[in-house]
């Protein structure tokens, strides 16, 4: 059986990823307490029902009881299964946000602020946080780009390497994506955004991204950057790592690093390689 565990910070997204791992074919248990998964996963072997792919969504509601999840982490990868944590980031600002959009109550603020909600599910969790196979940020994150990247992780997939790429171009500005494996600074490329006619444009266009590239810089820097990455996949793949994330930043995040996140993005995919390409903050 393939298990997935999906926990992380309230408000940073697990409902929406429940939802997307049900259109994939995963049978998904919202708030189960860990110490029942392995009686639920004996429960299924001796079912007729056919569950072969099972989701299990577990936050810190489970208050102190979420340190056994590790666990039953361990039991159920000593039982033969494939088992994968999935561990959903958010800043504080984009929860506190989410909350106020919802009007909900965090479920351990208990009387207090949404503040003191987060730095007590931060510490309840943060063991979790360092055993995830997987770590997405989904601050800032339409449902559509989280949707990508749940798809690329877990959707089942054949002809790619066996480790999945992640690429986000970002502003500098705006902050270094959290979940950074690698992260490459493009900031001493050309700038379009001294260019009355590209200024307003992207790093998606044919004009920003021949402005960019046309460099001798430009050209050297993305070749050795694609032998590079070339190179320390296979690497990553062997020491175990399923998924890295490359970020790619410039000052705003519009037209450099959105270039070089796309050609890089094209470039891997050719390779074989299960590529997702976001680019952050392009709206902003």
Known sequence: MQF???????????????????????????????????????????????????????DARSGERISDLGDELIALKKAGHKCELLFLESSDEY??????????????????????????ERRLLSALSEQADYVIDTSGLLTRQLREQILGLFEERRGYENISVNIISFGFKNGIPLDSDLMFDVRFLPNPFYEPELKELTGLTEEVSS???????????????????????????????????????????????VTIAEALGKYLLKNNYFTVVNHRDIKK
């Open 211 to 257: 402005y960019v590239l046309k460099s001798d810089v430009a050209q050297d820097f993305l070749k050795r950057l694609e032998e590079m990455i070339k190179f320390l996949l296979p690497q990553y793949a062997e020491e175990g790592k399923m998924q890295l994330v490359i970020s790619i930043g410039c000052t705003g995040g519009k037209h450099r690093s």
């Open 4 to 58: 997935v565990i999906v926990t992380g910070m309230s408000g940073a997204g697990k409902t929406s990823v429940a939802h997307i791992l049900e259109d994939i074919g995963y049978y998904c248990i919202d708030n189960m307490p860990p110490s029942l998964i392995s009686n639920f996963v004996a429960l299924c072997q001796n079912s007729s029902l056919a569950m072969d792919k099972i989701a299990f969504v577990i």
């Open 95 to 120: 929860i506190i946000k989410r909350y106020k959009e919802t009007r909900r109550k965090h479920p351990h603020a208990g009387s207090g602020r949404v503040e003191d909600g987060i730095k007590e």
